[in-house]
């Protein structure tokens, strides 16, 4: 298979394990996003890929090629770093051309790719500028160049937006992605911002405390997260206990859930209901029963915060479809079942 | 705080002090030394007051530019071996760890506190062919006989360059600690291996503490007086020897003052010419 292929990767720093036995195939051109919170792992895995650090256990392929102890240099990566680590004694075009330099390409071609490279990110006629003198969304993209310039087999960004603010953020986003798409190239991002993560991935990978969690589409982490943790950590979403009686019916807050169809043997477990599938009703009429604590109106969504069997429930509306509560009011809630995710509690 | 720019004398007060430690220690010796340097021998007695060219005038003999010419040399060369051995090592040193870099800072300390004399008479035993490193070498079997590695050219730089390197380390360690570290990642990244991206990435970046480190060495070697006489043969002797020469041993002031002053005019011209060469290279 080409691409990378990422065997059962390991990694301890003296008795912590940052990394735990970590497996994941990147076929050729997808865009992975790693995605997790601060602390688990994302960077000591991506190191790993990078060669920066070596996996105290399992084995790294790329492109069939067992690259577990292959040095650094010899990988053919592209990689841009959160500090960016743009070389500070080197103008514009000097940093791009820097792997070409060291690959020994004739001075003329070097200028020829460089050219490119800036007309690639908007850039060109900025060759001869010292790094220190661009803006931050500017630095940003000349990093990315000088990584992209010898046309890597796999191209690795830790956090590569997170200095930015965050409208020019959301730009570089799309335009990483429609870089990524132009290329075709296999691309590794560390992110701790679903959105980035569902902006531009193929493919998302959840982790926490070293361990991937749940590795799949964005659409299908929102839809059908894996566990409790990948559920609230993608997106907003209730968390809502649930028991099943024998027949496999589901009573959650009090009331049943008509419909639902809980896997044989669960007894009891978690639903996970995004608030845009949270509907309020009249009260009665077999709806569960909550009272609306407060209202968040932010223009472009309403949330309605129900309080419902001792536990908070968010309900996320559009403008057109306002419901029409006021806090301290009864009202129903309605939950369609091909809406709920049952998980393991 | 107040940024303005001092209106009154009064203002001023704070740096009475040290301005004056600097007229009384520095000024004045050297204002002396300059107008010594004019004055006339005086072979009954010290000197007497004049204004002659004699002192500079003698100095203009080849005897005198050899010495002149040797002492740059070695002052140079001590420079180069300094940076050239500290600045690998330093780079080391900060990407170790902190134990690490305790021990050796710790040791490189107390070597500075060592005096000239002694590490010039403890070379001079080590160098020696009764006791000196070159019975290691006949014991492991690499000599046949041990010889005398001193008096020569090579014992005054060892030892000039022991005696300089602490501080060559002290003085890059803060930059190199500053380093980014993953620059030179950055640069494995893009294909360069360790010792390339040292060469490509953290030598150039360091270029202007490099260079302010290389002057510093420079002129710290070109005082010293003890270890070429310990070491060296009288062809090894600096200006710096013949200066104490003159001053101490032949009581000529006015000799001495007029080469410590053309010393100094040299080196000041020395080091200009380096900043300007740099500053050129940094504009290309
Ligand atoms: N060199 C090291 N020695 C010891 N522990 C380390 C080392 N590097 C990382 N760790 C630990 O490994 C864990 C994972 O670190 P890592 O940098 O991979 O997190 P991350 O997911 O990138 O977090 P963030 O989003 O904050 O960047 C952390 O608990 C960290 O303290
Ligand atoms: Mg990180």
Same mark, same amino acid.
């Given at each position: 298979m080409s691409g990378l292929a990422l065997q059962n990767i390991t990694k301890e720093f003296g008795t912590f394990t940052a990394v735990k036995n970590v497996s994941l195939t990147v076929p050729h051109g997808t865009f992975v996003c790693l995605l997790g919170p601060s602390g688990c792992g994302k960077t000591t895995l991506m190191r790993m890929i990078a060669g920066l650090d070596l996996p105290t256990g399992g084995a790294i392929k790329l492109d069939d090629a067992d690259i577990t102890r292959v040095p650094t240099h010899?990988?053919?990566?592209?990689?841009?770093?959160?500090?960016?680590?743009?070389?500070?004694?080197?103008?514009?075009?000097?940093?791009i051309a820097y792997s070409l330099r060291i690959r020994g390409v004739g001075k003329e071609d070097q200028k020829k790719r460089v050219d490119e490279l800036l007309s690639m990110i908007h850039l060109s006629g900025? +060759?001869?500028?010292?790094?220190?003198?661009?803006?931050?969304?500017?630095?940003?993209?000349? +990093?990315?160049?000088?990584?992209?310039?010898?046309?890597?087999?796999?191209?690795?960004?830790?956090?590569?937006?997170?200095?930015?603010?965050?409208k020019l953020r959301e730009a570089m986003q799309v335009e990483l992605r429609q870089l990524q798409q132009r290329l075709g190239i296999t691309t590794i991002v560390v992110t701790h911002d679903q959105r980035e993560a569902m902006t531009m991935a193929d493919t998302v990978v959840v982790m926490n405390s070293g361990e991937i969690r749940q590795a799949a589409a964005p659409v299908e982490i929102y839809r059908r997260p894996a566990d409790t943790f990948v559920a609230d950590f993608i997106g907003m979403t209730n968390l809502i206990d649930f028991t099943a009686d024998s027949t496999g019916r589901a009573h959650a807050l009090g009331s049943p859930i008509e419909g639902l169809a809980v896997p044989g043997g669960l007894s009891r477990g978690v639903l996970s209901v995004r608030p845009e599938d949270v509907?309020?009703? +009249?009260?009665?009429?077999?709806?569960m029963a909550g009272r609306v604590t407060f209202v968040r109106d932010l223009g472009g969504t309403i949330e309605t915060f129900v309080e419902a069997g001792g536990k908070q429930i968010v309900a996320v509306s559009m403008p057109h479809a306002r419901p029409d509560v006021t806090v301290g009011q009864d009202v129903g809630i309605k939950l369609s079942p091909d809406t709920c995710v049952v998980l393991k509690s | 705080m107040r940024r303005e720019a001092p209106q009154k004398l009064s203002d001023y007060g704070p740096l009475l002090f040290p %301005?004056?430690?600097?007229?009384? &220690?520095?000024v004045i010796p050297f204002a002396t030394?300059?107008?010594?340097? &004019?004055?006339?021998?005086?072979?009954?007695?010290?000197?007497?007051? %004049? &204004?002659?060219?004699?002192?500079?005038? @003698?100095?203009? *003999?080849l005897f005198f530019g050899k010495v002149l010419g040797f002492s740059l040399f070695l002052a140079i060369a001590v420079a180069i071996c300094c940076i050239l051995l500290a600045v690998p090592?330093?780079?080391?040193?900060? @990407?170790?760890?902190?134990?690490?870099?305790?021990?050796?800072?710790?040791? $490189?300390?107390s070597v500075l506190s060592l005096s000239?004399?002694?590490?010039?008479?403890?070379?001079?035993?080590?160098? *020696?062919?009764?006791?000196?490193?070159?019975?290691? /070498?006949?014991?492991?079997? $690499?000599m046949s006989q041990p010889v005398a590695l001193n008096p020569s050219l090579g014992a005054v730089l060892t030892a000039?360059?022991?005696?300089?390197?602490?501080?060559?380390? $002290?003085?890059?360690?803060?930059? $190199?600690?500053? /380093?980014?570290?993953? /620059?030179?990642? %950055?640069? @494995?990244?893009?294909?360069? *291996?360790?010792?390339?991206?040292?060469?490509?990435?953290?030598?150039?970046?360091? @270029?202007?503490?490099?260079m302010a480190t290389l002057i510093m060495v420079f002129i710290f070697a070109l005082g010293s007086y003890l270890l070429p006489q310990i070491l060296g043969r009288p062809q090894h002797w600096t200006l710096s020897v013949l200066i104490t020469d003159q001053a101490i041993y032949q009581s000529n002031m006015p000799f001495a003052a007029a080469m410590a002053v053309f010393l100094v005019l040299v080196t000041l011209a020395l080091v200009g010419l380096t900043l300007l060469a740099g500053r050129k290279g940094e504009a290309a």
């Open positions: 010899k990988r053919d990566l592209g990689m841009v770093f959160q500090s960016l680590a743009l070389f500070p004694h080197l103008t514009v075009g000097e940093n900025y +060759a001869d500028r010292p790094v220190a003198k661009l803006s931050g969304g500017q630095r940003q993209r000349v +990093a990315i160049a000088r990584a992209l310039a010898i046309s890597p087999k796999l191209f690795l960004l830790d956090e590569p937006l997170s200095a930015l603010d965050a509907h309020l009703t +009249a009260p009665g009429h077999g709806a | %301005a004056g430690m600097l007229i009384v &220690f520095f030394m300059i107008a010594v340097s &004019f004055f006339k021998r005086d072979p009954a007695g010290f000197y007497s007051t %004049a &204004f002659v060219f004699d002192n500079y005038a @003698r100095f203009l *003999s090592f330093t780079y080391l040193l900060s @990407r170790a760890s902190r134990r690490t870099q305790v021990v050796w800072l710790v040791g $490189l300390l000239e004399v002694i590490i010039g008479f403890a070379w001079s035993t080590l160098f *020696s062919r009764t006791a000196g490193i070159t019975n290691l /070498l006949v014991a492991i079997g $690499l000039m360059v022991y005696q300089a390197l602490p501080y060559t380390v $002290l003085v890059l360690y803060p930059a $190199l600690v500053r /380093l980014d570290p993953t /620059l030179t990642e %950055a640069a @494995r990244t893009l294909g360069a *291996s360790p010792i390339k991206s040292f060469f490509t990435v953290v030598v150039p970046a360091l @270029r202007n503490t490099i």
